[in-house]
């Protein structure tokens, strides 16, 4: 166990519909980054949060949007989904300040778009 | 802007055999630099970092990686390959900034045959 939970782990939807993915960090950890994983793109980076405010965003398309809570835990929302948006959706969390820790991943959510 | 190349999806050896997985990394600062491995149906795991100081650097399961400037490379190696290295492992590189985030390689599939 990483200490940063994501669920749910798996998700089935169909084309059109929203969804919302949720990530709690490592106990400690302010920062969290949203990472989006498919067989032809890779990892790539969606969007960063810290402490509740918005640090960076990467090819995050503008059918996404995420936000971080005061208590820290995060929620990725996908709407209007397409057939393309099926991929492995990661969450993970650092030591504010700490990049040298390298990040924490989550063990992921899948989605299906069907 | 950053980024990594990881030469080869797969790479396959024997069991007990070297393992080299080749990383090169494009970046415009001293970089930070990190090799993840990710198992089936897994989150990312950090393998080992380099951030200042030693070249050479050892991570966790008998693995080690050398930063070399001059030819921008920070190639991942293991004197002998065990069955449970198989996975797939990610180089990333990042700004030396606490607020950077992390780019991804595209990966490479290590193979371990008996």
């Known amino acids: 166990d990483s200490g940063v939970t994501q669920t749910p782990k798996h998700l089935i939807t169909a084309t059109g519909q929203r969804v919302t993915l949720r990530c709690s960090p490592r106990?400690?950890?302010?920062?969290v980054y949203w990472y989006q994983q498919s067989l032809d793109q890779g990892l790539q980076f969606l969007i960063q949060?810290?402490?509740?405010?918005?640090?960076a965003k990467g090819n995050i398309l503008e059918r996404f949007s995420a936000q971080q809570f005061p208590d820290l835990h995060s929620e990725l929302n996908l709407s209007s989904l397409e057939l393309g948006d099926s991929a492995l959706y990661f969450c993970?969390?650092?030591?504010?300040?700490?990049?040298?820790?390298?990040?924490?991943f989550g063990s992921g959510t899948r989605l299906t778009v069907v | 802007a950053q980024s990594v190349t990881q030469l080869g999806s797969h790479v396959s050896v024997s069991e007990g055999a070297l393992v080299l997985l080749r990383c090169n990394y494009s970046?415009?600062?001293?970089?930070?630099l990190f090799w993840y491995v990710q198992y089936p149906n897994q989150g990312l795991q950090l393998l080992l970092k380099?951030?200042?100081?030693?070249?050479l650097v050892k991570g966790i399961n008998g693995f080690e990686a050398e930063f070399k400037k001059s030819e921008t490379s920070f190639h991942l190696t293991k004197p002998s390959a065990h069955m449970s290295d198989a996975a797939e492992y990610f180089c990333?590189?990042?700004?030396?900034?606490?607020?950077?985030?992390?780019?991804f390689g595209k990966g490479t599939m290590l193979l371990v045959s008996p």
């Open positions: 380099y951030t200042t100081g030693a070249t």
């Open positions: 949060y810290y402490n509740g405010e918005e640090r």
């Open positions: 970046s415009s600062v001293p970089p930070y």
């Open positions: 993970a969390s650092s030591v504010a300040g700490a990049l040298s820790y390298g990040y924490t």
């Open positions: 106990s400690g950890d302010l920062s």
């Open positions: 990333a590189v990042s700004r030396p900034s606490g607020y950077s985030t992390l780019t």
